[in-house]
């Protein structure tokens, strides 16, 4: 498969709680990218985050990258039932001209 | 709501029918990708197009199937002779160009169901 790796592949957390989803991926990368998507619906950009950048906040949401592990988490604080959906990571290659995405994160967040 | 719109939001049917699918991008953007998505699944890259250039085609697309973007606007994407291997949700995305901005705004998707 040509989709990077995300994990874990569920999460069940409480309101109110944190949540941390990562994601690997397989090439250079000029940046990194996290959606959200609802039950059936499509996706939603939520972040994006440059090969040169390290860490990224917007909001409850906070992304990291380490490009030498070809790795990326998002951390959602402070969650609220309205957050649950899956989560996708998505890699732009540095030499490339789309988004390979991961096989994302189902997150629940319970009232 | 984004802005993408696609059309129909539901199809669904028997094996060896062709079924067309639009979407309408915001009306800026120049590129637009399909992508095909799977239960539990992240979208995988189908094909996509700078205005009314097809570039990229993935080695997932079959000769079944076919898209176009005809002036640049909207796109069509046709499966012939579909198979039960084809249902899946039909996602399309625009954007603006690289460089400029890599952000994608997708559509709601189109669910196929082939019976």
């Known amino acids: 498969s040509q989709q990077g790796e995300e994990d874990p592949q569920a999460l069940s957390i409480q309101e109110g709680e944190n949540a941390t989803m990562n994601c690997s991926y397989k090439?250079?990368?000029?940046?990194l990218q996290w959606y959200r998507q609802n039950s059936g619906r499509g996706l939603v950009h939520l972040i994006l985050?440059?090969?040169?950048?390290r860490e990224k906040h917007s909001g409850r949401l906070r992304v990291t990258l380490d490009t030498s592990k070809k790795s990326s988490s998002l951390l959602i604080t402070a969650s609220r039932a309205a957050d649950t959906a899956s989560y996708f990571c998505?890699?732009?290659?540095?030499?490339?001209?789309?988004?390979?995405f991961g096989e994302g994160t189902q997150l629940t967040v319970n009232p | 709501d984004t802005g993408v719109s696609q059309d129909p939001r539901h199809k669904i049917t028997k094996r060896g029918q062709n079924v067309t699918f639009r979407c309408d991008p915001i009306s800026e953007h120049n590129r637009l990708y399909w992508y095909r998505q799977t239960l539990g699944q992240g979208p995988e890259f189908l094909t996509y197009f700078q205005n009314e250039a097809q570039l990229e085609k993935s080695r997932l697309l079959s000769d079944r199937f076919s898209a176009e973007r005809p002036k640049g606007s909207f796109s069509t994407l046709e499966i012939q002779r579909t198979e039960q291997g084809d249902s899946a949700m039909y996602l399309c995305?625009?954007?603006?160009?690289?460089?400029?901005?890599?952000?994608?705004?997708f559509g709601p998707g189109t669910r196929l169901t082939v019976t």
């Open positions: 995305a625009s954007s603006l160009n690289p460089g400029s901005s890599y952000e994608q705004y």
């Open positions: 985050i440059r090969s040169n950048e």
């Open positions: 090439t250079s990368i000029n940046n």
């Open positions: 998505a890699s732009w290659e540095t030499s490339g001209s789309r988004l390979t």
